[in-house]
């Protein structure tokens, strides 16, 4: 396995000031995975004063509640709040909570990622020391403790390899191009006021992130939309050669659409 590069952390404010933050999770039967997205959150080195989650939920049929209310119950100095929608998909969800969200910077985050310590504050420091970052990807890995064995453990491992050098390398070429792909919809990051310039997320196809990867470089060519490598987030290692190519093929549609 490739060594992961070393994240190294912000602890100055940049400017001599923190923003606030929204974070946005889409829930959809999440009840197993929601809490250490949580978790993850509560666990960032960033004032939790400054952080507003917004838990955005759209039919779930599943206990996503109570591992939400769970979650309520154990101190946080930021804002936990729960929204229910009738079940429209993702991108709805999104657009749901991005009409709620106050902060300066807003963010979506799957619910079934954790997000390294770090990762909001870099995120952040990255936007505040370049005022013609827009947007920005954080880096998608998978998550250290996933294993397995036989023919799942080698798919895993270039599972892991294939993340690792898409972001570390393959974005960051892009951004350097000014040819973004896709801002991944595990984990990114948006100016308040850019996001409300755009016409959100489409909820027609099922590559919403890359539809507004396009419209904001389409509309801001003198900015940039980027990818910041060291806010990290972890996703697990697939888990079945069924979802392996549930997933592929859900991408590869997304692509030609």
């Not at 909001?120 to 990255?126: D, K, L, P, T």
């Not at 060291?230 to 093929?249: G, W």
Request: hydrophobic share 40%; charged share 20%.
């Amino acid at each position: 396995r490739a060594t992961r590069l070393p994240i190294r952390p912000i602890t100055t404010a940049p400017n001599g000031k923190w923003p606030t933050v929204t974070l946005l999770v889409p829930v959809y039967n999440s009840a197993e995975v929601l809490g250490a997205c949580l978790e993850s959150v509560r666990a960032q080195n960033y004032p939790q004063e400054l952080l507003e989650v917004l838990c955005i939920d759209n039919g779930s049929t599943d206990d996503s509640f109570d591992a939400f209310s769970w979650q309520q119950e154990v101190p946080f100095a930021g804002s936990l709040q729960w929204i229910s929608t009738f079940h429209q998909g993702k991108p709805w969800a999104l657009n749901v909570g991005i009409h709620h969200a106050t902060g300066q910077y807003i963010m979506n985050l799957d619910s079934d990622v954790t997000l390294h310590p770090d990762a909001v504050a870099n995120m952040v420091a990255a936007f505040e020391h370049d005022p013609d970052l827009i947007a920005a990807t954080g880096a998608v890995e998978i998550a250290p403790e996933s294993t397995g064995r036989g023919l799942i453990r080698v798919i895993r491992e270039c599972e892991f390899q294939e993340y690792y050098f898409s972001f570390n390398v393959g974005r960051r070429f892009q951004s350097a191009q000014r040819s973004l792909f896709t801002l991944a919809g595990a984990f990114s990051a948006f100016r308040r006021e850019v996001l409300f310039s755009t016409h959100l997320y489409d909820a027609t196809t099922v590559g919403e992130d890359a539809y507004m990867t396009f419209e904001l470089q389409e509309a801001h060519p003198d900015k940039r939309v980027s990818v910041v490598t060291s806010a990290v987030c972890y996703t697990e290692a697939i888990p079945s050669l069924r979802a392996l190519y549930a997933q592929r093929t859900r991408w590869q549609r997304g692509e030609i659409e």
